[in-house]
Each structure stands twice: as structure tokens, then as C-alpha cells.
């Protein structure tokens, strides 16, 4: 039957960042190095007609690009002829280098940009392990896709702060000009063991969010932009 269906691929061989925006590394599993491809015939034969894979959580950059053109080649050799494949990487954009740009562009790779908003917004949970700031990498690496004509999209956790001035995150997302942005609310998830948005007009909030993202002078890649429906739980008075 004719469709499309996802599967994930989660890169654990570690990280660029920590904080509570980023996932981290499971120590458990091998890393990419030691298990490369998971992903055999029996997973591509799930497929109708296309299977998109997506590689993410940690960094999935942390590997060089030759890992990817062999992986590719690999799921490429048995891929049934009538299942197209679409190769997804979501990355914080600081890795980015020619290299990947190259990569990015010869495999048609979708590639998504994990940015929070203005610097003072993003830099308080995306930071280094030295603990500085992420931002002003993260926008090179946009500035390098830019170079090589690449489209990329974002996603962007939503937190109290960023919810204090819609206004300022819309306009930040329309300057950077991504083809989609993608708004997750933070939530208690791993090592992020509370959110910021557990206060209790944290309902309000997000309506208020919500109306100033639908006004009508917004741009159709953030008036269009998704929202994840899971509602926190505000704290009791």
C-alpha cells in the first residue's frame, strides 16, 4: 500500500553539547564505529514506496561524513527498486563543515537545525562542555548550509522565557528564514528532570503563543509552524 514510513536512528557515539536541550550519550549501546547498520533488508522491505530515515539524538555529526556515504551506499545496495529512500539528519549545525555541506547536498539529505531563538534564549540550556554558548556556532553552520544552497528547517524547544516574547521568537525565526520551524514544549525527559514550564499559567502562555503565532502578518514557514500538542502539567497553587 502506498505510503511513507520513518525509522529512526539514534547515534549515541557522543555529543558536542550538554544541557537540558540536548540528549545524551547511552553508554550501553556500541557505538556507530563498532555497529554501523542495524538496518538490514528486513527493515527497508517495511517500506511502500518511500523510507525515511532519521539520524539523530547526542550529535549525529560527531562521525565523519564518511560514515554516512558508507552507510548510504550500504542501504542503498538493498533497496528493493521500488522504495525510494530519504535520508533526515537533525544536528545543533555546529559540526557543519564543507565536508558535510558536500555530503548533504550529493545525497539530498533533509537536514534540521536545532536552534531555540535569540542568543540569550538559546545559550541559557544549548552549551558546550566547557559551558559556553552554542549560538554564534550554530549560526555558522546555517551560514554554511546557506553557501551551498541547502535548505534546512528547525526545531526549537519552547521554555518560560521564549513564551515571555512570542514576538521576538517569530521575528528571529523570520530573519533566519528556515523552510519550517517545528516548536516543542520542554518537558521532564531523561536528564531534564523539571521544565520551566511547570507554573501554573503555563496554559495561558501558550494560547497567547499560539495567537501571536496565527496573526496574519506572519510569514507562511512560522504561521505554518508546528506546535507539539502535549500540554505540561502546571503546578498546583
Keep these: 500500500m502506498p505510503g511513507k514510513q520513518a525509522i529512526r536512528r539514534r547515534m ?10 540536548c540528549a545524551v550519550r547511552d553508554l550501553q549501546e556500541p557505538s556507530p564505529a563498532r555497529k554501523p547498520l542495524w538496518l538490514g533488508p528486513k527493515w527497508v522491505g517495511y517500506a511502500a514506496n518511500v523510507l525515511s530515515i532519521l539520524w539523530h539524538a547526542g550529535e549525529p555529526l560527531v562521525v565523519p561524513p564518511t560514515f554516512y556515504r558508507k552507510a548510504f551506499d550500504i542501504l542503498e545496495e538493498f533497496r528493493p527498486p521500488q522504495v525510494g529512500l530519504k535520508h533526515c539528519i537533525q544536528s545543533n549545525g555546529t559540526l557543519i563543515s564543507d565536508e558535510w555541506c558536500a555530503l548533504f547536498r550529493d545525497h539530498q539529505v533533509e ?31 546555517i551560514k554554511r548550509l ?36 517545528h516548536f516543542n514544549i520542554e518537558e521532564i525527559e531523561g536528564i531534564n528532570r523539571e521544565s520551566s514550564l511547570n507554573f501554573i499559567e503555563v496554559r495561558e502562555e501558550l494560547a497567547r503563543f499560539r495567537q501571536a503565532r496565527d496573526s496574519g502578518h506572519r510569514s507562511s514557514r512560522v504561521h505554518e509552524s508546528g506546535l507539539m500538542t502535549t500540554e505540561p502539567n502546571p503546578r498546583s497553587p
Design 111 to 141: 537536514i534540521g537545525i536545532s536552534i531555540d531563538g535569540p542568543q540569550e534564549l538559546h545559550d541559557r540550556y544549548r552549551v558546550s562542555r566547557n559551558g559556553r554558548g552554542t549560538f554564534h556556532r550554530t549560526v555558522a553552520g
Design 12 to 21: 549515541h557515539s557522543g555529543q558536542t553539547g550538554k544541557g537540558k536541550n
Design 146 to 181: 546557506r553557501s551551498f544552497g541547502i535548505p534546512f528547517h528547525v526545531i526549537a524547544v519552547l521554555t518560560r522565557e521564549s513564551l515571555r516574547d512570542p514576538e521576538v521568537i517569530f521575528s528571529f525565526f523570520e530573519e533566519l528564514q528556515p523552510n519550517r520551524v
